[in-house]
């Protein structure tokens, strides 16, 4: 639904509203600021925003200023929430540029207020003022732009009222424990605190996590590895001290054969069609090829579950060969140490499993596939409308839509059937992955997309069985990085970033409670089209190496500064093989010359 842009003619209305006034007098001495870091000089700390960064200029006094950008129906909202005394009056100021900026307070137990231009093209003061409620002690000060108007800036924000003791803080928890222990993450639970607003959880003696309840999992574990972990009870006096030591050991994991080089070469071999660029006949992939996803197991209707693999037909493919020597090729690849899969979906192969009877059809269709051609396992390449979240499904750790938990349960069977070397990898779109840094599902007041980041629970739950998750870096829009701007398609700059998201983990819609866990370097390569004529966002050699260097040595990086580096990045995954032959095998060819 379109969003309509407030009229100018309501600003003199909206300024008569109660509680929307001007300050008019010096605040007491007895009052005090109340915000915290409401200059932006410690960066975003004590704010939360959903397309918020800080930046050094423009601002308005000291060093820092916030800087959000409103895109879709994210009106980048950044916001607080501070301790206040009841029956109390406060005086809630700052300073804003942009077009339709707002400075408001809510949970006020009164009126709940804000104030806010139609255009500032400079430094423009806004303020406002109300009374809490006999009985409220916290109020969440916020500031946001306007849906589709372009970014704005705040500074020096204030918050000028009586003070509140802040008192103690909290005792250290007890109770600590672990939970279920995966090869890459550990699940606590501790004993509830009295006074306590929220917990630290520290591995190793470093902070990892902030949570408002008694439960974490910590995700971004190295498999096979001892960890050690502590909680620490907050409230607005601090931190306690922290508690008794727990430790838990990962296991050890299953999703990379220990076969597969620890640089690979993943493509995609259409087998079942020939397009532009030819048919090419198994036999005759190069042995760089480590991964060969065989395009495409389609299903007889879009929720029947039912994936049949039909090979290209001699009038589509001339050059087609027989089943004999297609199953000898295989064959043949595998004993030089190939993995060859059967890719299901596509772009035009849109699967639902929209019931169990459709979960447990895919199972036994795809069991068979699998079979029949003696293949090394599975690729999942779910694209269109194939997934989407339910308007209650707001927690990718704990999916309910019943396409999401249809694939997830089908796959762990398939896994379980054919066991620790079956080999599973997994190709969305960026929409369906880092998209969900921004938006997940339809949103907290819904009209978003509901596919929007709707990958995140299947790979989230199969992560401990996934062999490679390669991205579909390219035919996408611009995509919001961790450094809070936007990154289009076209050179060494989206890869990074789109790559960094995966290797450190993010927020899923902005909450930093509930976080996406970082893969490891070795389930991860990046998705890249062959040439121009496989997709949009090609890049030419030099960019495919910026970006290889930027990720596993930290040089060569450009304006984007990842968040680590990972040499043991897996390598890197192309739309497609034919393409790639129609183009004189350029592709392979970069990879073989930066890797060997």
């Not at 739950?461 to 701007?485: C, E, F």
């Not at 034919?578 to 010359?593: A, I, L, V």
């Amino acid at each position: 639904m379109d969003r309509f842009r407030p009229l100018a003619l309501l600003t003199a209305a909206a300024l008569t509203l109660p509680g929307v006034t001007a300050l008019s007098s010096a605040a007491r001495a007895a009052d005090a600021d109340l915000a915290r870091n409401g200059g932006f000089e410690a960066g975003l700390d004590g704010w939360t925003c959903t397309a918020g960064t800080t930046v050094n200029t423009p601002v308005r006094s000291g060093s820092s200023a916030l800087r959000a950008t409103p895109a879709g129906s994210d009106n980048a909202r950044c916001a607080q929430t501070v301790t206040v005394k009841p029956d109390s009056q406060y005086t809630l100021s700052g300073y804003v540029r942009g077009s339709y900026v707002y400075l408001g307070a809510s949970g006020t137990g009164t009126t709940d207020v804000s104030a806010w231009t139609q255009s500032a093209p400079g430094w423009q003061q806004l303020t406002t003022t109300f009374r809490t409620g006999p009985s409220t002690t916290r109020v969440t000060l916020y500031t946001h732009g306007w849906y589709g108007t372009g970014a704005y800036n705040a500074d020096d924000i204030s918050l000028v009222g009586p003070g509140v003791d802040a008192g103690q803080p909290p005792a250290a928890p007890t109770g600590l424990k672990t939970g279920a222990v995966t090869s890459s993450s550990v699940a606590l639970t501790w004993s509830a605190v009295p006074g306590a607003t929220g917990y630290a959880v520290y591995r190793d003696g470093a902070k990892v996590q902030t949570v408002t309840g008694t439960s974490a999992t910590i995700g971004g574990l190295s498999p096979s590895t001892a960890y050690g972990f502590q909680v620490a009870a907050v409230n607005d006096a601090g931190e306690s001290a922290k508690s008794a030591t727990v430790t838990a050991t990962t296991t050890a994991g299953t999703g990379s054969p220990v076969d597969l080089p620890a640089h690979a070469l993943v493509g995609y071999l259409h087998a079942s069609f020939a397009n532009g660029s030819g048919y090419t006949r198994l036999a005759d992939v190069p042995d760089s090829w480590d991964v060969i996803d065989l395009a495409f197991g389609e299903p007889t209707s879009v929720t029947s579950g039912d994936i049949r693999f039909d090979r290209c037909p001699v009038t589509e493919c001339p050059n087609v060969e027989s089943d004999a020597e297609f199953k000898a090729a295989i064959e043949a690849k595998q004993a030089a140490g190939k993995k060859v899969l059967i890719s299901i979906g596509g772009q035009n192969g849109q699967v639902q499993l929209t019931t169990t009877a459709a979960r447990d059809t895919f199972v036994t269709s795809v069991s068979r596939i699998i079979d029949e051609y003696g293949l090394d396992g599975l690729d999942i390449d779910f694209e269109g409308h194939s997934l989407s979240l339910n308007a209650d499904d707001t927690d990718f750790k704990n999916p309910k839509t019943p396409v999401i938990v249809n694939l997830i349960s089908a796959v762990k069977t398939l896994k379980a059937r054919y066991g620790d070397d079956f080999v599973l990898t997994m190709a969305p779109e960026t929409f369906f992955v880092q998209l969900g840094y921004q938006y997940y599902g339809t949103g907290q007041w819904g009209g978003q997309d509901p596919r929007a980041g709707a990958y995140l629970p299947v790979i989230h739950a199969l992560r401990d069985d996934l062999t490679l998750l390669h991205v579909q870096d390219y035919n996408s829009g611009p995509i919001m990085g961790l450094d809070n701007q936007y990154h289009s398609m076209g050179g060494a700059d989206f890869h990074i970033a789109m790559t960094d998201m995966l290797l450190t983990g993010f927020p899923v819609a902005g909450n930093a409670g509930n976080v996406f866990p970082p893969l490891r370097p070795d389930q991860v390569a990046i998705g890249m089209p062959a040439s121009t004529n496989a997709g949009n966002g090609h890049v030419p050699p030099a960019e495919v190496t910026k970006t290889l260097d930027c990720l596993t040595k930290r040089t060569n990086c450009g304006s984007y500064a990842t968040h680590g580096t990972w040499p043991a990045l897996r390598g890197l995954m192309t739309w497609s093989i034919n393409w790639d032959r129609y183009s004189n095998w350029e592709f392979q060819r970069t990879f073989d010359g930066y890797f060997g």
